[in-house]
Each structure stands twice: as C-alpha cells, then as structure tokens.
C-alpha cells in the first residue's frame, strides 16, 4: 500500500507534510512527492482539506 498524490485536487497547501509522523511528505515545487518511510497510518489522508490523498490497494 501507498499513498497516492491527486495532483488535479492538491492545492499544495502543506497540511499533510506538517503531520506526517515519518517525514514521508515532502512539498516539492508544484507537487507532493512521497517517500519509502510511509507507514500508511493515513493521518495525511484524514487531514487533506481537498481531499488529494487517497491509499491505493
């Protein structure tokens, strides 16, 4: 499993990095880019305010 980036509903605000627990989150220039160290705990998801975060399967 993985988290996954709707790059067309992320404004980019930097919600999900600032509560990553792992520091997995990393806002790039015009993305959010994903690390290795996601233990899928899902607090990103729950917090986007767009909802551009999802756990694929």
Request: net charge negative; with cysteine; aromatic share 6%.
């Amino acid at each position: 499993m993985a988290v996954i980036v709707d790059r067309f509903k992320c404004g980019y605000c930097g919600a999900c990095v600032s509560v990553c627990p792992t520091g997995a989150l990393e806002l790039m220039e015009t993305w959010i880019e994903v690390d290795d160290s996601c233990n899928n705990c899902r607090i990103c998801v729950k917090i986007c305010p767009v909802g551009a975060l999802e756990v694929s399967k």
